[in-house]
């Protein structure tokens, strides 16, 4: 490829399948910028495997879902870490290397399910039901996690409940993820109201016509969709679980009923399985570009904090989850 640097022409092949070529002189500046960049600060970049394939595949270091973002935020030994993923993400990495200067290239990039619930929402809660232990999904603020007892992901949601050896609990804020969850325990859970503006939109005749369309076609799908399409779907994890799933069982033709980048990024490492691809955007994890990310680290913003009171209890809260 004329006019591009040997290293960004090199990552290309490994993106070809997903990214078209009259694209990718786009892009090659900015990679070849935040790789000189990463080194001079010291940094590196945790990516959510929403995002999309010249992040994800060219400029991570570390990709992964909720849960393994969070827990290789504890071990890194960069100075700096930028979270290519929305706010709650990079809250979560500061919670847990709070030695660690957290960017977030876009501070608008936030999540329907942390906007649903406040601390004071948390509070009562708690006073309606005394003594029942509160679970909540790492998608909420340091705010909302520092009021709760544990955190949860949807890799790790089930066995957080079992953990705690109760009859009841209440798991906050994702009422999908909630009665997902309640299908596969004998715990009762209480739930909150809050929804993924991404995964409500599914529904169970988006899949009956993809498989009538489709013939054979393996239908994973994400726990925060509505336990209706769950129980069309094949099978049901985060979105690690369903990268997963593709590199054990290599469906001949599969369909992440998820965001849309998670097939793309997917795809590259199987190239012998069909993905189908009905998939919704996630306007949040969509605000983080190669161009914000290589702004972030030029100018070291915007740089996540945490009060540190509230930090000291969200942090109990995340950490909790992480023994489990
Ligand atoms: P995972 O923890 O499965 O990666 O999910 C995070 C998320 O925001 C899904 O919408
Ligand atoms: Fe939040 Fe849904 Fe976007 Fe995930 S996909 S960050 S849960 S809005």
């Not at 790492?138 to 955190?151: P, R």
């Not at 906050?172 to 995964?199: F, M």
């Not at 013939?215 to 779907?233: D, K, W």
Request: hydrophobic content about 45%; some cysteine; aromatic content about 4%.
């Amino acid at each position: 490829m004329s006019g591009i640097s040997p290293s960004a022409a090199a990552l290309y092949s490994r993106v070809e399948k997903v990214i078209p070529a009259i694209e990718w002189p786009a892009f090659t500046d900015d990679i070849d910028a935040i790789l000189q960049l990463k080194r001079e600060r010291n940094a590196v970049i945790l990516a959510h495997n929403y995002q999309t394939p010249e992040i994800f595949h060219c400029v991570a270091d570390i990709v992964g879902d909720s849960l393994a973002l969070a827990r290789k935020a504890m071990d890194v030994e960069a100075d700096v870490i930028v979270l290519a993923g929305v706010h709650f993400m990079a809250e979560t990495a500061k919670l847990l290397s709070p030695g660690k200067t957290v960017l977030i290239p876009d501070m608008g990039a936030g999540c329907s399910l942390a906007d649903s619930i406040t601390p004071e929402d948390v509070r009562l809660m708690r006073q309606r039901h005394p003594g029942v232990p509160i679970v909540t999904y790492v998608n909420t603020s340091a705010a909302v996690k520092a009021e709760s007892d544990i955190c949860c992901t949807s890799g790790n949601a089930k066995a957080v409940v079992e953990s705690l050896g109760v009859p009841r609990v209440i798991m906050l804020p994702d009422e999908y993820l909630a009665r997902n969850i309640a299908a596969q325990t004998d715990v009762e859970i209480i739930a909150w109201k809050g929804h993924c503006e991404v995964h409500e939109r599914f529904t169970p005749e988006d899949i009956r016509e993809l498989r009538a369309a489709h013939p054979g076609v393996t239908v994973l799908a994400h726990p925060e969709c509505p336990p209706e399409v769950v129980a069309e779907a094949d099978f049901a994890g985060s979105t690690a679980a369903m990268s997963d799933y593709v590199g054990t069982e290599k469906p001949a033709r599969v369909v992440l009923m998820t965001e849309c980048s998670m097939s793309d990024n997917v795809a590259v490492d199987h190239p012998d399985v069909e993905f189908i691809r009905p998939c919704n955007l996630c306007p949040h994890m969509k605000r983080i570009t190669l161009g914000n990310i290589r702004t972030a680290l030029e100018q070291m913003h915007h740089q996540v904090t945490i009060e540190p009171e509230l930090s000291a209890r969200a942090r109990l809260a995340v950490e909790r989850m992480l023994a489990v």
